[in-house]
């Protein structure tokens, strides 16, 4: 059952990445995309993150890829994009080096660290998952609000000034102020 | 006991497996017929406020006016838009269609939830609840499903390849995406009161009149998710999305025949699934209305079954008022509409549900409740104080560089 469902998120996940890399209309690889989200988010509920699995589609799927088409239907940009023109000098070229790198740091992370995820499991502190039914959200609360809470509202911060940065950027300048 | 394994797991019997899919059976059939006589009450409701007679020609009262709608629509032709784009205009209804079925999967429906009973029920020797399932994530998943929700219409409006449809699907989704905050913020106040977001859990903490929800978190939240969920069910006074008058028929005008009769549908499933989460979460779901340990009991019922005629009562005065709002709201203007969302209700959402954690925090730590409240509120007066100066200067400026945008 497991096996199934895993090949089955895994097999959704693929085709939505193909998808969203390949399909030259704008909206139909937005749709990909969230197609990818909702494998992450069925990977999981197998996985007994619940919490995790709601908010991936709450904020990625709900909110984030919304945007997206929100933006591609108000701009008019839905027609197909013309592959010839390429923006930046040797973008692609550098674009496969850099995905080829990745890749490679990827296996050698997951081939060193094989034998620390299934045997010794250090990194994860099970002690308080499945006591009882909110658990799940109870040690996630108590992580990002007890022990990492600095971090968390650092991050916060960060958009904030993200967010004001973009007003000030987007906003026009009057001539003779500011 | 069947020899075959139904989830091929192991020790997952057929029994609970059976359940299950009575459940989703009956909860496909009410869903379905519970729409059907809602938009039958709406006519005929709406139409005793217009001193009009309604619907009465199709069964008793007109009450099978809708079946006679729907066989209609099933025979008229199907229609495809040249210039949409076929799959996504195909995909479109389903979207739409299935969020709004999906979050009735987590309401419970009736069982037993008073002295201290958590609402389990026995069936065929397996205990079980009188709803489909009961994640611990409860209410997250109705957010998450809602969220769904927008697609189905922003991809509608997209995919017809046509103006009206366009500008009907850009509002809906910008208004959608603004209120699902106020939806969340106001939704956190109740979690924070019940201590759990299961839906079964949220009900068992509203075992007496005080407790139910709508009176322990301030009447703030249910007015707040009240109006965030007429927002997010596009109904009127917020139905911009297909203001008929300016838009033809809004996101929907190229669809004909099933495919509307999907999204048609959808809209007051919608409707009634969100009456049924509201009356879940601040109205104590299928309890009784009990008042200092005396119940209001319906004799010769029992106790499990009278939580299912309790929800039903209940529901029903929802959705009256959201007829009843039809009936008698204008419709906003865009920008009074986003100034609602964005001005109004997120901050009054975040500021009470600040208010409510310093007095949750005061009881905990054993801090005198009113000097916390009072540091609350001050707090929350220099915050309000501050946006209205940022309001102010904002609007000079808008006023000053009006020209330019």
Request: proline share 4%; charged share 15%.
């Amino acid at each position: 059952m497991q096996l199934i469902v895993f090949v089955l998120a895994s097999a959704m996940m693929l085709v939505g990445a193909l998808g969203v890399v390949t399909r030259r209309n704008p909206v139909h690889a937005a749709l990909s995309l969230v197609l990818t989200l909702f494998g992450v988010a069925v990977h999981f509920v197998a996985l007994e993150a619940y919490f995790l699995a709601a908010v991936q589609i709450i904020v990625y799927a709900g909110a984030i890829v919304v945007l997206f088409l929100f933006v591609i239907m108000l701009l008019g940009v839905d027609k197909a994009e013309d592959l010839q023109t390429e923006p930046l000098i040797a973008q692609r070229w550098l674009a496969g080096v850099a995905g080829l790198g990745l890749l490679g740091l990827l296996v050698i992370a997951v081939s060193r660290g094989s034998e620390l995820l299934t045997t010794r499991a250090e990194g994860l502190d099970t002690s308080v998952a499945g006591a009882t039914g909110d658990a799940n959200i109870q040690q996630l609360a108590r992580s990002v609000f007890g022990d990492y809470v600095v971090a968390f509202e650092l991050t916060s911060v960060l958009l904030v000034v993200a967010v004001v940065g973009t007003v000030m950027l987007a906003r026009r300048r009057v001539p003779g102020e500011m | 006991m069947l020899a075959l394994d139904p989830m091929l797991d192991g020790g997952v019997l057929w029994t609970p497996f059976l359940i299950v899919v009575l459940k989703v059976l009956v909860i496909f059939v009410v869903g379905l017929v519970a729409t059907m006589l809602m938009v039958w009450f709406e006519r005929k409701v709406i139409a005793g406020m217009q001193n009009r007679i309604g619907p009465n020609k199709a069964g008793p009262f007109g009450i099978l006016q809708t079946l006679a709608d729907g066989i209609k629509l099933f025979f008229k032709e199907d229609l495809l838009p040249r210039r949409s784009d076929r799959f996504v205009f195909a995909l479109a209804p389903f979207l739409s269609f299935v969020p709004a079925f999906l979050s009735f999967a987590i309401i419970p429906l009736g069982g037993d939830f008073r002295d201290g009973n958590n609402g389990i029920v026995t069936w065929f020797g397996v205990q079980t609840r009188v709803q489909l399932a009961d994640p611990h994530i409860g209410v997250l998943f109705a957010l998450a499903v809602s969220s769904i929700a927008v697609y189905g219409i922003m991809l509608a409006g997209w995919s017809s390849g046509s103006k009206y449809p366009l500008l009907g699907s850009v509002r809906a989704s910008a208004q959608m995406v603004s209120y699902e905050a106020a939806l969340g913020l106001s939704l956190a106040s109740v979690i924070l009161v019940s201590g759990t977001m299961s839906t079964s859990g949220i009900v068992s903490a509203q075992s007496s009149l005080t407790d139910w929800h709508v009176v322990a978190t301030g009447v703030v939240p249910f007015i707040i998710f009240m109006i965030a969920a007429t927002a997010e069910l596009n109904r009127p006074p917020f139905d911009l999305v297909e203001a008929e008058q300016e838009l033809v028929g809004g996101f929907n005008t190229e669809y004909s025949s099933i495919r509307f009769a999907l999204f048609y549908l959808a809209e007051f499933m919608n409707t009634v699934t969100m009456s049924a989460m509201i009356v879940t979460l601040f109205f104590g779901g299928p309890q009784p209305i009990s008042i200092n340990g005396v119940t209001l009991d319906i004799p010769f019922i029992p106790n499990g079954l009278e939580g299912t005629v309790w929800l039903l009562a209940k529901v029903s005065v929802f959705l009256y008022i959201y007829v009843w709002f039809r009936a008698s709201l204008p419709r906003l203007r865009y920008d009074q509409l986003m100034d609602l969302g964005w001005k109004l209700l997120i901050p009054a959402s975040l500021g009470w549900f600040i208010l409510l954690a310093a007095q949750r925090l005061a009881r905990n730590e054993g801090w005198n409740i009113f000097v916390t409240t009072a540091g609350a509120v001050v707090v929350l007066g220099a915050c309000y104080a501050l946006m209205q100066a940022a309001f102010a200067v904002s609007g000079k400026t808008r006023e000053r560089e009006g020209a330019q945008f």
